[in-house]
């Protein structure tokens, strides 16, 4: 499985940014695809995740609201729709696979990594 993420860019607050995870390397049909951050000097945080036969999804409180997870099953992509952006939001992003039906928000449990995508919100 490959993950390659995009997307990540310089935006001011209030901004909008769309970030995008195209997968290969295999069926998706039993996994759950998740997107998480990190700030320099912090660990590695839970942002949202989708299931993706159901596309059932899950938020962390601190974007629910602002972020929307989506994904196009036929082009194997799942995106994440970033709006009124925050400084806060400043982190490298980077879109994780784990073979499960369960979203789960621990870091550790996703198998399957992309190289991430700076995202960068100027005040």
């Known amino acids: 499985v490959q993950l390659q993420a995009s997307g990540g860019g310089l935006v001011q607050a209030g901004g909008s940014l769309r970030l995008s995870c195209a997968a290969s390397?295999?069926?998706?049909?039993?996994?759950?695809m998740g997107w998480f951050r990190q700030a320099p000097g912090k660990e590695r945080q839970f942002v949202s995740a989708?299931?993706?036969?159901?596309?059932?999804?899950y938020y962390a409180d601190s974007v629910k609201g602002r972020f929307t997870i989506s994904r196009d099953n036929a082009k194997n992509t799942v995106f994440l729709q970033m709006n009124s952006l925050k400084p806060e939001d400043t982190a490298v992003y980077y879109c994780?696979?784990?073979?499960?039906?369960?979203?789960?928000?621990?870091?550790?449990?996703?198998?399957?990594w992309g190289q991430g995508t700076q995202v960068t919100v100027s005040s």
């Open positions: 989708i299931t993706w036969t159901s596309g059932s999804t």
């Open positions: 994780a696979a784990r073979t499960s039906t369960v979203i789960v928000t621990t870091p550790g449990l996703y198998t399957y």
């Open positions: 390397g295999r069926a998706f049909n039993s996994y759950v």
